[in-house]
């Protein structure tokens, strides 16, 4: 079967820290994914997607990055993290024309 | 260009009362629709989908219909529950950069009191 992992759940983290979020995708080879923020209480924000290995689109500017060096992995990164970088961060890959989200890691920071 | 606009809660609801979310879309083509939900603390699920034009989605209960004359698709439940409590957004798909993309509205907060 087909499952989407994120790590870590949570994090709390100062401000100016780095950061590094994962995504794994199982079951699957060459997935489209995708990274979103979802600010407290709001929307969500489409943040970067790939179609695969070293391909990555950005939608918004800002100071994260990600980059996808596996078929299967997806990383979201920020050498320095503001207050406003604080929020709800969903992965998500599109199987058969329909989109799947990862359980989320909910970043703190202080 | 291609949004989503559902309205705007929160909605409070007792037990066992009627549901309707109200979702209307504009988009090229003709586009799949989604009602995802998202749980306190979780990251967003399926509900349902529809693929085409008159197509009905279900799921524990919630059924929405894909109606292009009214570019609608409002999510329907006869009788929710507590454990209903949740964000609902709707959402369509477009194929854009070689990618497929969704296109959320703002999510409405249901609350269901017993």
């Known amino acids: 079967s087909q499952t989407i992992h994120q790590w870590p759940a949570t994090l709390v983290q100062p401000v100016g820290s780095p950061l590094s979020l994962e995504c794994t995708v199982e079951g699957t080879s060459n997935p489209n994914l995708y990274w979103y923020r979802q600010a407290a209480g709001r929307g969500l924000q489409l943040l970067f997607y790939s179609v695969g290995i070293g391909q990555i689109s950005s939608e918004v500017p800002q100071n994260l990055s990600a980059s996808r060096p596996q078929d299967r992995q997806f990383i979201l990164s920020s050498k320095k993290l503001l207050l406003s970088d604080s929020g709800f961060y969903l992965c998500?890959?599109?199987?058969?024309?329909?989109?799947?989200f990862g359980p989320g890691t909910r970043l703190t920071v202080l | 260009g291609n949004s989503v606009t559902q309205m705007e809660g929160p909605v409070t609801l007792s037990e066992e009362a009627f549901l309707t979310i109200n979702c209307t879309y504009t988009a090229t083509g003709y586009p799949s629709l989604f009602w995802y939900v998202q749980y306190p603390g979780e990251g967003l699920q399926l509900l349902l989908k529809?693929?085409?034009?008159?197509d009905k989605g279900s799921n524990k209960g919630f059924e929405a219909t894909y109606r292009k004359e009214t570019t609608s698709f409002h999510l329907e439940k006869g009788s929710v529950q507590v454990s209903d409590s949740a964000v609902y957004f709707c959402a369509l798909i477009i194929t854009q950069g070689g990618s497929e993309k969704l296109v959320f509205g703002k999510g409405t907060k249901l609350t269901v009191n017993p």
């Open positions: 529809a693929t085409k034009a008159d």
């Open positions: 998500a890959w599109t199987p058969e024309y329909t989109q799947y």
